[in-house]
């Protein structure tokens, strides 16, 4: 079975340029979570989404921060404009959903570098 | 708000040694817990997972005991290998289901033969 997919795995912008980040979740799970993880941190979520719907948003910075999950399946994740400070690590993730603990399966991540 | 405390790194030990990782939480409720590892090169993948208080976790060796009294939830290994070298993350979720991790700032740990 096929993990989550993140594209690309590495992106070098200048300040002020937007960028794009994709997920492809593991097939059949409804819930979807973005985490940016900076440099020696933990990861910190950004979204959560249950289907299409964004139910925790609390920490994105919407001024500059977007993020989209169509027909419930593949996400992407915009900022514009970057700053040198959204340098990390972009984390994507997905849960099967429902009832009880469920495990958070996490793709490879993409590397962002703001100059 | 919940956080999680790490024992800070990097830790470096010989092949065969004891490993022990601290971790503590702050949280209302009660929360599970859960440790994840990064290998290098790779995501973030589930090692072990406790729910409710005196649940032992354990996986590939390693193993963790929920304790409410002393809100704590340490990594154990009884003699590490070179291969169990990566950063290892302590991780909450307020009430389980689909809510979001609540991460530590990682161990790296470095294993020589």
């Known amino acids: 079975e096929a993990g989550v997919v993140q594209s690309p795995r590495y992106k070098i912008i200048e300040k002020k340029q937007p960028v794009a980040f994709w997920c492809n979740p593991i097939?059949?799970?409804?819930?979807l979570y973005w985490y940016r993880q900076n440099l020696g941190q933990g990861p910190e979520l950004l979204i959560r989404?249950?289907?299409?719907?964004?139910?925790?948003d609390s920490q994105l910075p919407k001024d500059r921060f977007s993020a989209e999950r169509l027909k419930g399946v593949d996400s992407t994740l915009k900022i514009q404009p970057a700053e040198l400070g959204d340098s990390a690590v972009y984390l994507c993730?997905?849960?099967?959903?429902?009832?009880?603990?469920?495990?958070?399966?996490f793709g490879p991540g993409t590397r962002l570098t703001v100059l | 708000g919940d956080s999680v405390t790490q024992m800070e790194g990097p830790v470096t030990l010989s092949e065969e040694a004891f490993l022990t990782i601290n971790c503590t939480y702050t949280?209302?409720?009660?929360?599970?817990l859960f440790w994840y590892v990064q290998y290098p090169g790779e995501g973030l993948q589930l090692l072990l997972k406790?729910?409710?208080?005196?649940d032992k976790g354990s996986n590939k060796g390693f193993e963790a005991t929920y304790r409410k009294e002393t809100t704590s939830f340490h990594l154990e290994k009884g003699s590490v290998q070179v291969s169990d070298s990566a950063v290892y993350f302590c991780?909450?979720?307020?009430?389980?289901?689909?809510?979001?991790?609540?991460f530590g700032t990682g161990t790296r740990l470095t294993i020589i033969p």
């Open positions: 993730a997905s849960s099967p959903g429902g009832a009880g603990i469920n495990e958070q399966f």
């Open positions: 097939s059949g799970h409804n819930t």
């Open positions: 989404y249950e289907n299409e719907e964004a139910v925790d």
């Open positions: 949280a209302t409720g009660y929360p599970s």
């Open positions: 406790a729910t409710k208080a005196d």
């Open positions: 991780a909450l979720t307020p009430f389980g289901g689909n809510e979001k991790l609540t």
